[in-house]
């Protein structure tokens, strides 16, 4: 019987790691047509060419930037987890708002990461201030 | 309790099943083609060759033919800027570095479509950030033309477009060839089980 148990415990470890559900398939959804290229699906980057959003305490430590590099971009040297990096990134003029705000709340949980998530208003005071 | 063994047993499956991609790589044994077209002269077969170049890599040093001699060599082709599937590419470059890493015989050569923007102090930040060096891996610039013209011969689109993201559209095809400038086989960069099936063919060429 023992065995038929780890059967189903092996199935349901897989069924959980592999098609594991998020709670913001509208940020997912435009973080994979947007973001992924470069960012990677699992959120890790690439060596030190692209920064990783997995763990990354940039994205708590600058949350109130966040919108504003979407949309901007980011072209200074900047440090993630320690590591330095130096690419810039192109904004991406073409997202509405409303997606930035998906994509946010959806890095901002992804991967482990548990940073809270933002509202409509907040991103859109942030892009207000964007320099 | 029967039935509870095999409900188990289904779900067991069913979960593997549902997140298997279904690809699985068939190694026949064949020797890898030449690609490209052929003539036929006095009886005898000319293969499609890979012409003579002459580029400027991160180290500013010249690559060539001559660089590869006697080696065989991976081919892309990038730019430092580009939005979309370059990283992707690279990411799967850098498997293949990484596991023919101390094979003496097997080189990569990524050329930039971005001769203008990508100077060789660009491609050198670049390749610093990959944690790569040339003495396996040269990133290459050089006149406009010839590194289209190479990208013709290799088989890879590439073209300048305004209306592509920052202005350049390309495949991300990676390209496989052998000593005697002959290309033997080919995969898509941004996909990693095709680059799989690429590696092995570069383990073959190796046995060859």
């Known amino acids: ?131 | 309790m029967t039935t509870f063994k095999y409900l188990v047993l289904l779900f067991a499956i069913g979960a593997i099943a549902a997140c298997e991609t279904g690809n699985t790589l068939s190694d026949d044994g064949k020797a890898l083609p030449i690609l490209g077209e052929r003539d036929y002269e006095n009886g005898d077969t000319i293969y499609h060759k890979v012409p003579d170049f002459s580029f400027v890599n991160q180290d500013s040093n010249i690559v060539n033919n001559e660089t590869f001699k006697d080696k065989i060599y991976v081919v892309d082709f990038f730019f430092t800027s580009c939005p979309t599937i370059c990283p992707k590419v690279k990411q799967q470059m850098l498997r293949v570095h990484d596991r023919f890493k101390s094979n003496d015989k097997v080189y990569l050569l990524s050329h930039s479509i971005d001769t203008k923007r990508d100077t060789v102090a660009k491609l050198k930040k670049y390749a610093s950030a990959l944690d790569v060096k040339s003495d396996k891996w040269h990133f290459v610039t050089g006149d406009k033309d010839q590194i289209y013209d190479m990208a013709d011969n290799y088989f890879i689109a590439a073209q300048e477009d305004p209306e592509a993201p920052e202005g350049f559209d390309h495949s991300g095809r990676l390209i496989l060839v052998d000593k005697d400038r002959h290309i033997r086989a080919f995969c898509e960069g941004t996909d990693p089980e095709s680059v799989d099936k690429f590696m092995l063919d570069i383990d073959k060429l190796l046995n060859e």
């Open chain 1, 1 to 131: 019987m023992n065995k038929y148990y780890i059967f189903f415990a092996l199935g349901v470890i897989m069924y959980i790691s592999s098609c594991q559900t998020t709670r913001f398939p509208q940020g997912e959804a435009a973080y994979l047509a947007y973001c992924a290229s470069c960012h990677m699906e699992d959120g890790k980057g690439l060596k030190t060419l692209i920064p990783p959003l997995a763990q990354a305490d940039y994205l708590q430590k600058n949350s109130e930037d966040l919108a504003c590099i979407i949309r901007n971009g980011l072209r200074a040297p900047i440090v993630v987890n320690g590591q330095a990096y130096d690419q810039p990134m192109a904004g991406i003029p073409n997202l509405s708002d409303v997606d930035i705000n998906n994509i946010l709340n959806y890095i901002k949980n992804a991967w482990g990461n548990d940073y809270g998530t933002i509202k409509l208003s907040e991103v859109q005071a942030q892009l207000e201030g964007c320099k």
